[in-house]
């Protein structure tokens, strides 16, 4: 997942280009939005679901004061887009910094929304202290237990869900080649999970990626994981499929079957960084199929019992990551830079009625 904000960002991010059947709806519980009787918000709508609707946010567009208004009026989940990343929360070994997104807790909290907190493993925007050395398997196993348990006990009880590992496989469904899985091995995918859960028994545990959203070999390479972890009993409640999707490269058609398979290993799933980018100019055409995409993606998780709810990647063209890394493209979410509502914005409330 991308960053947030148009500032220092992070190259890997750039690959970020750019689900469920049993039980009973797994979204958080439904809660009073005493502030929203002028008007059904998407958290209304998703909530009469049993789900939830989101958006990210960044600290630097806090200051907004029009922005932050929908923000906290619209949406019932808030994700932080990069104050609860490595390099933010732990910019010195051992020394720790919770600053940036205690800010978007304390927000989310004013505004009765919960927190997808985001993220504790990745191979991006890491600090340097702990890319510019050599580890040991030990070393950096003990480096990396203190990290998930320290910021996990900070917000424990404060958060709603964890995207503990995020992107940790290649397209072919191999691992990624991160400093975690070279100097480590892949068991260090449980071992995060268990130490996560020990910080904080009631978080929900997801992993998470992108170009997940259709059945093939990466989806399925996360399934093959999954079923493997929970046969051993690790602590795995659910699957996060990004949804960066892009008009030029087609709808992923097996969504809602794909959200339907991991539900069936008991596994909540959530759509948790969705925007749909264009090649610019937009036009009528492209902003209507965008829109269809956006009703469709909704539906596919209002089908899928365990699917708990869906979250823009920051809901307005104006705080975007999109121009930043695809040059030529954006327009990708349900606001315009204006925050005025797209067409995409009134799809999603087709869906949700």
């Given at each position: 997942m991308p960053r947030t904000s148009r500032t220092r960002l992070g190259l890997a991010a750039v690959l970020a280009a750019v689900l469920t059947g049993a039980g009973v709806a797994t979204g958080p519980a439904a809660q009073a939005h005493p502030r929203h009787q002028h008007h059904r918000t998407l958290a209304d709508l998703a909530e009469r679901h049993g789900r939830y609707f989101g958006s990210a946010t960044d600290n630097p567009e806090l200051t907004d004061t029009a922005y932050t208004e929908i923000l906290g009026d619209e949406f019932d989940m808030i994700t932080p887009g990069n104050g609860m990343k490595w390099y933010a929360t732990e910019p010195q070994q051992g020394v720790?910094?919770?600053?940036?997104?205690?800010?978007?807790?304390?927000?989310?909290?004013?505004?009765?929304?919960?927190?997808?907190?985001?993220?504790?493993?990745?191979?991006?925007?890491?600090?340097?202290?702990?890319?510019?050395?050599?580890?040991?398997?030990?070393?950096?196993?003990a480096v990396l237990k203190n990290h998930i348990q320290t910021e996990v006990r900070h917000y424990r009880g404060k958060v709603y869900s964890w995207d503990v590992v995020n992107e940790a496989f290649n397209e072919?469904?191999?691992?990624?080649?991160?400093?975690?899985?070279?100097?480590?091995?892949?068991?260090y995918i449980a071992d995060a999970l268990r130490w996560a859960h020990q910080?904080?028994?009631?978080?929900?545990?997801?992993?998470?990626?992108?170009?997940?959203?259709?059945?093939?070999?990466?989806?399925?390479?996360?399934?093959?994981?999954?079923?493997?972890?929970?046969?051993?009993?690790?602590?795995?409640?659910?699957?996060?499929?990004?949804?960066?999707?892009?008009?030029?490269?087609?709808?992923?058609?097996?969504?809602?079957?794909?959200?339907?398979?991991?539900?069936?290993?008991?596994?909540d799933t959530a759509l948790t960084e969705v925007d749909v980018r264009m090649q610019l100019p937009a036009?009528?055409?492209?902003?209507?199929?965008?829109?269809?995409?956006?009703?469709?993606?909704?539906e596919a998780c209002l089908a899928v019992r365990r699917c708990a709810g869906v979250t823009v990647w920051d809901y307005t063209d104006k705080y975007s990551w999109i121009p930043d890394f695809f040059p030529g493209e954006g327009a990708a979410l349900p606001w315009d830079e204006q925050l005025a509502p797209k067409p995409a914005y009134h799809a999603i409330r087709e869906a949700l009625k």
């Open positions: 720790f910094d919770f600053s940036a997104g205690d800010e978007i807790v304390d927000l989310a909290r004013a505004n009765h929304q919960r927190v997808r907190a985001h993220t504790l493993v990745w191979h991006s925007q890491l600090p340097g202290w702990l890319t510019d050395r050599e580890w040991t398997a030990p070393e950096l196993r072919d469904g191999t691992y990624r080649e991160t400093v975690f899985y070279k100097t480590l091995g892949p068991g910080a904080d028994p009631k978080a929900k545990l997801y992993l998470n990626d992108y170009n997940v959203e259709a059945v093939g070999p990466k989806s399925d390479a996360y399934y093959a994981l999954a079923k493997e972890l929970k046969a051993q009993g690790v602590p795995l409640h659910g699957f996060g499929l990004q949804a960066h999707l892009a008009l030029q490269y087609g709808y992923p058609a097996s969504l809602e079957d794909n959200l339907r398979r991991f539900g069936r290993l008991g596994l036009t009528e055409e492209k902003l209507a199929r965008q829109a269809d995409w956006y009703r469709d993606l909704t």
